[in-house]
């Protein structure tokens, strides 16, 4: 079953990065909640040159803060419906997580902040969906908070 899955890993990997920079341009433009937003293929990345000489794609991870209180994050992690909730990456489907509060969650405050993890730090690991209906469950979502 692993060599299987082999066989279709780079079609795979191309369709979840695809997606991921699809969320993402469509995020730079319309996202208005933005506090953070990190992709190796954005300019702003600290790593952005090294990623475009070593990475034929930017993957298919976003991380992001939204610029707003706990409740508002709650209501929008809680808010997804297609978008798994869950600790686990890399899987077929789009999952979201929250390390603060999920796989972080046993370390303390200034351990987590030292590694760049606040309480609104968020990953999507983005799926191979339609990335219409990922965009569409991501926006319903947001519209919870605005």
């Known amino acids: 079953m692993f060599s ?5 890993l780079a079609v795979r990997m ?18 208005t909640l933005n506090k953070k937003l990190v992709y ?18 930017g993957g298919a ?3 992001f803060e939204l610029e707003v209180g706990l409740n508002e994050d709650q209501s929008f992690l809680n808010g997804l419906n297609m978008c798994s909730l869950t600790a686990n990456l890399g899987d077929t489907k789009t999952i979201v997580t929250h390390p603060a ?5 046993r370390m303390s405050e200034e351990d987590r ?9 968020k990953r ?20 919870r908070i605005k």
Not at 46 to 54: C, D, F, L, V
Not at 113 to 121: A, K, Q, W, Y
Request: proline fraction near 3%; hydrophobic fraction near 40%; charge should be neutral.
């Open 4 to 8: 299987k899955s082999l066989e279709t």
């Open 101 to 105: 509060s999920i796989t972080h969650s």
């Open 40 to 57: 190796p293929f954005l300019k702003s990345h600290p790593q952005y040159e090294i990623a475009k000489q070593q990475m034929k794609n």
């Open 61 to 63: 991870l976003l991380t």
């Open 124 to 143: 999507i690991s983005v799926g191979l969906e339609n990335i219409e209906d990922i965009i569409k469950d991501i926006d319903q979502a947001l519209l």
């Open 14 to 31: 191309d369709r979840h990065c695809k997606s991921a920079e699809r969320i993402l341009n469509i995020w730079k433009v319309r996202m």
């Open 113 to 121: 902040l030292s590694m760049c993890i606040s309480d609104s730090f």
